[in-house]
């Protein structure tokens, strides 16, 4: 049962590039959500995609887009990069529905942005 | 003001020891989970230990607990019988529920403590 991958690894843009990063769920989740990690820091909630539609979203300008697939899948893209927007991105995948339920993180996608 | 507060930057631990992470946090919400993960230099976060807060018992998952005190707004993490391979970066996270249903909502997450267990 294959987990939570993401694509690609590692990545490096310059300064105003557009960037995509790929998401797939674990098997049986519907529900993707995104989070970017700042060096040293707690991974910060940019949005939470559901039924393809956007359901959640953290304080994240709209430079930050998504969208999820019918197969759940999901991209997060990035417009206008910023130096600032160098991080861990890490996408998880939940099962929508339950209050308790858990999320499955991949193992994200490192941006640098020169 | 900061949702999920993690005090302890980095703690040191004897192999074999119990250690105890801080977690205290801030809501209104009347029904919210709370989280911990842990997260190895490789990067992926590793889901921990549960409790939701009308849990009445604090939740285990082998060797890890969850000292839940609800008025004082704090979710420690007690490890038990630390090993090496426990050293990493640990992550408190609150899920504040938006819908009566109890959806998937974003998580919350700390600062995070990094814990180095020493043979």
């Known amino acids: 049962d294959a987990g939570v991958t993401q694509s690609p690894t590692h990545l490096i843009k310059t300064r105003g590039q557009q960037v995509t990063l790929r998401c797939s769920p674990k098997s049986g989740h519907d529900t993707v959500s995104w989070y970017q990690q700042a060096l040293g820091q707690g991974p910060q909630f940019i949005f939470q995609y559901y039924e393809e539609e956007e359901r959640q979203r953290g304080n994240f300008p709209d430079r930050f887009s998504g969208h999820q697939f019918p197969n759940y899948s999901s991209e997060l893209n990035v417009n206008a990069l910023l130096l600032g927007d160098s991080a861990l991105y890490l996408c998880a995948s939940s099962f929508g529905g339950r209050a308790d339920n858990e999320q499955f993180f991949g193992p994200g996608t490192r941006l640098t942005v020169l | 003001a900061q949702k999920i507060t993690q005090t302890q930057p980095g703690m040191f631990v004897q192999e074999k020891e119990a250690v105890t992470l801080d977690c205290t946090y801030d809501t209104s919400d009347p029904s919210y989970g709370l989280f911990w993960y842990k997260q190895p230099s490789s990067g992926e976060m590793i889901f921990l230990i549960y409790?939701?807060?009308?849990?009445?018992q604090n939740a285990t998952e082998g060797r890890y607990s969850l000292n839940f005190q609800k008025a004082r707004k704090s979710a420690n993490l007690v490890i038990s019988a630390s090993q090496l391979g426990d050293s990493a970066m640990y992550f408190c996270a609150m899920r504040e529920y938006m819908y009566s249903g109890g959806g998937a909502d974003g998580l919350t997450f700390g600062k995070g403590t990094h814990l180095i267990i020493q043979p």
């Open positions: 409790q939701g807060s009308y849990d009445q």
